[in-house]
């Protein structure tokens, strides 16, 4: 469907249109207005380029735009930025509407290899993973939650991984530096500051379910308060890299001012197929833009930041990983290195939802043409929810041993359910199978009701990335194996325990709050909430939370599992760098 809008237009036509709009069931492409009412997002379309720069950055995501605006500060350095996708919209920026743009030209759309041990309610057994195929990556895609880590995995890091200098201690100053926090609240705390380009609010909206979930976290003994501060034991109002209503992605944050400088250029639909090589020195890349092979050389550094499943795929084309694996595909080897091992992923067990019985969640039928003026006009409404998320709560289970700060799971709050949307979007984005929708979903189609998804924060099964061919534009084989190592499910479990505890507490009880009734299919041999139903639940409804790590593992250079050290250089390459998630 195209529209061509004249200009200017009565807020009387606006409400024409939009009623015709809401008719025709096209609710979560209204936001497209804002092309119309706000300025467009900047674009980034770029054809000519340099033959060699003193950097190259590989991927405009999360990673490599902040890089390519930090570095690019220098103005005696000229930097290329070459991203596969395009430049984001102002549609992108509608905080509720983060889950309508998975499985769009944005995305890469891919999926894991069907898993053995989980996502038995889901398509082919398979995962749906979405990762960010535009500038800003999967910034411009994800729940804009702003969670900082616990210090205690940097910690780890620092001394129990041999990543020196990644202690909390060193990487908070980094924190404060990019925050541009508009709490006051948060503020008072001590543990934030204004001034950087990412600016981090709470929603400007919310139902009640969000302040009782807050009050249910504290009938379990868990204090509310900023989970980003001092303690992260706690349970609060979401924080998110939002401003006035609106998503604040990587792009929008580093890039916007910095595109206007002369010494740094950005490709956008510019796809990186291999690193150019001169024996085990990195002097360039091989890309292709408008369907044309293009080479692009590097004086200084080549720095591939193109995500957890993107980099080690480039870098085994290069000829830069498993030996037996390339040479199984006819890729020459230039360094046996592991990478794409070591995947993991935060896993969540979804499907613990409760119906209410009063007119207070986030249902698809009710974001209507009154909410949808509120939200172009005011920046306020449920338009402005992150991603729906109201409530976020870290937790400690009985099988962790640390008796400090240290929670091994958290605890999503949204105040609907995948029926909430009439059955339009959860279920494709998460690929539920139309066997598990009908059965557990379709009785509370468009019902009042809240979900609580348990994340496992530390898993510890791994898993892989690996080339289905030596074709680039073959997607590779993603496989985080699940759920095979017990202690997972075994800490699901226990997580799922007091997710049902705080959706019956009593700040819930007042919305007359009870759990779906309907039994998963292949979970029916098992008494209804006890701890085999539970592992049942986790292993059929089982969730990405979005976090795959691991693939270009950091480290010692004397650590054989690992692929970079802890500058980031990667281990015999001269002059490449790699940045992603690689812990």
Known sequence: MFLLLPLPITFLKWSLLLKTLLKAGLLPFLAWILLYVEREAPSFARISFDPEYDYVVVGGGSAGAVLAARLSEDPLMRVLLLEAGGSPSALH?????????????????????????????????????????????????????????????????????????????????????????????????????????????????????????????????????????????????????????????????????????????????????KLLLEGRHCIGVLFRLRGRLRTVHANREV??????????????????????????????????????????????????????????????????????????????????????????????????????????????????????????????????????FERVYRPYLNLDSFTLYPVLLRPRSRGYVKLRSSDPDDPPLINPRYLTKNEDVLTLVEAMKQCFAIGMSEPFKKFGARPFSMIFPGCEIYPVRSDKYLACLARTYTATIYHPVGTCKMGSPQDPSTVVDPLLRQHECARHYGRGAGR
């Open 93 to 273: 920026d509608v905080p509720l509407l983060a889950a309508e743009f998975q499985k769009t030209r944005v995305d890469w759309q891919y999926k894991t290899v069907p898993q053995d041990a989980a996502c038995f309610g889901l398509n082919n057994r398979q995962s749906v993973w979405p990762r960010g195929k535009v500038l800003g990556g999967s910034s411009v895609l994800n729940y804009m939650l702003y969670v900082r880590g616990n210090r205690k995995d940097y910690d780890q890091w620092d001394t129990g991984l041999g990543c020196a200098g990644w202690s909390w201690k060193e990487v908070f100053p980094y924190f404060l530096k990019s925050e541009n926090n508009r709490d006051p609240d948060i503020l008072a705390g001590g543990y934030h500051v204004t001034g950087g380009p990412v600016t981090v609010e709470r929603a400007p909206f919310r139902t009640p379910l969000g302040e009782a979930f807050v009050a249910a976290g504290e009938t379990l003994g868990y204090p509310r308060g900023d989970y980003n501060g001092h303690l992260q034991t706690r349970f609060d109002v979401p924080q998110g890299t939002v401003q006035n209503g609106k998503r604040v992605s990587t792009s929008k944050a580093f890039l916007h001012t910095a595109r206007y400088r002369p010494n740094l250029h950005i490709l956008t639909n510019a796809k990186v197929l």
């Open 303 to 436: 720095i591939l930041s193109a995500g957890s499943i993107n980099s080690p795929q480039i870098l085994m084309l290069s000829g830069i990983g498993p030996a037996q694996h390339l040479r199984s595909l006819g890729i020459p080897v230039v360094m046996d290195l592991p990478v794409g091992r070591n995947l993991h992923d935060h896993i969540g067990a979804a499907g613990l939802s409760f119906q209410i019985n009063q007119t207070l969640s986030v249902v698809r039928k009710r974001v209507g043409l009154d909410k949808v003026i509120q939200y172009i006009f005011a920046k306020d409404g449920p338009l402005t929810l992150l991603g729906g998320v109201e409530g976020v709560g870290f937790l400690k289970t009985k099988y962790n041993n640390d008796t400090g700060d240290w929670p091994d799971a958290e605890i999503h709050f949204i105040s609907s359910s995948p029926a909430g949307d009439g059955g339009s979007t959860i279920k494709k984005v998460m690929g539920i199978s139309d066997k598990f």
